[in-house]
Structure formats: C-alpha cells, structure tokens
Nanobody, 119 residues
Framework: EVPLVESGGGSVQDGGSLGLSCVAS??????MGWFRQAPGKEREGVAVISRVRDRIYADVVKGRFTIFRDNAKNTLYLQMNSLQPEDTAMYYC???????????????WGQGNQGTVSS
C-alpha cells in the first residue's frame, strides 16, 4: 500500500466551508475518492475522481462539494461549501480501481480527518 496522508478538516458553523487534502508519494490507482463516516453510521461514498478528472458525487453533496486532484503533486482535494451539521463525519481519502462510490472497490485508505459542523 501507498500511504495516503490527509490534512485539513476542522470545525465550522452551519453554512461554512472546509477543505481536505490527501497526499501520496504516488497515486496508487486510477481512481481517488473521498468517503465519510458519521458516528453510528456506515461509511459512505462522497466523491470519486478519475485520473483524467471525470467526477461523480453522492447526491447529498452535489453542488456543495468539489473533488479535484493535482497529478503532478500526487495530491487529492475536497472542497466542502455550504456545510450542514449532517456533514459532520470522519473523512477518508482512498484509492480504487473503479469509478463507483462503493468502499469495497477501494483498498488503500488514509487515516481519516474529522470535519465538524455546528448549528
């Protein structure tokens, strides 16, 4: 596995913004994604981006979150705007083989970074 090191996150008020970054020595797979897990809930897919920057998003974040990548810097990003308390979760970056929001298709994970939105 290639270590994926996340940074960013933090705490904001309802309607605020947060950014996440995920750095690797190299992107281990063609597809990179962000997943999240809220307390007491299963991990869910948030967004996935291909090497050529095709993107898919979970319906609950469309129009608010943006996933992007810098292949030269081997860095994945997630910009989260118009945040809501329901977005509070541990956010994970991951590398996978297919462009689906299914965690089972991703086998290289970051350590997770907390994002908290207060009302």
């Amino acid at each position: 596995e290639v270590p994926l090191v996340e940074s960013g996150g933090g705490s904001v008020q309802d309607g605020g913004s947060l950014g996440l970054s995920c750095v690797a020595s190299r992107f281990p797979d063609a597809y990179m994604g962000w997943f999240r897990q809220a307390p007491g809930k299963e991990r869910e897919g948030v967004a996935v981006i291909s090497r050529v920057r095709d993107r898919i998003y979970a319906d609950v974040v469309k129009g608010r979150f943006t996933i992007f990548r810098d292949n030269a810097k081997n860095t994945l990003y997630l910009q989260m705007n118009s945040l809501q308390p329901e977005d509070t979760a541990m956010y994970y970056c991951a590398a996978g083989r297919v462009m689906y929001l299914r965690q089972g298709d991703f086998d290289n994970w970051g350590q997770g970074n907390q994002g908290t939105v207060s009302s």
